[in-house]
């Protein structure tokens, strides 16, 4: 069983930083890229940024490139999300995900953690 654990939301103004961290508990097969997705109230829940546990490239959604950086670190099975420059727009609860390729569709993650909040004021 696949768990993923977000951490590190938070409340932060326009224009600041947060760095998110997900630890999975096992990597396989089924798991070689990891995702970040985010909902915020009343919409869909879109993706951010996914990345590739052996090559680590990324691929980013065209709202948040330039700001956000997604990194991982394979000795401890931890994917993070670098957020700069902070808007308000980024407002959402921020899901951490794991598939079988590095997707930017929902529907290619087979297992999801249980998100964390993050509130951008202006």
């Known amino acids: 069983q696949v768990q993923l654990v977000e951490s590190g939301g938070g409340l932060v103004q326009a224009g600041g930083s947060l760095r998110l961290s997900c630890a999975t508990s096992v990597r396989t097969f089924s798991t070689v890229a990891m995702g970040w997705f985010r909902q915020a109230p009343g919409k869909e829940r879109e993706f951010v940024a996914a990345?590739?546990?052996?090559?680590?490239?990324?691929y980013y959604a065209d709202s948040v490139k330039g700001r956000f950086t997604m990194s991982r670190d394979n000795a401890k099975n931890t994917v993070y999300l670098q957020m700069n420059s902070l808007k308000p727009e980024d407002t959402a609860v921020y899901y951490c995900a794991a598939g079988s390729r590095r997707s930017s569709w929902k529907g290619d993650y087979d297992y999801w953690g249980q998100g964390t909040q993050v509130t951008v004021s202006s």
């Open positions: 990345i590739s546990w052996t090559a680590g490239s990324t």
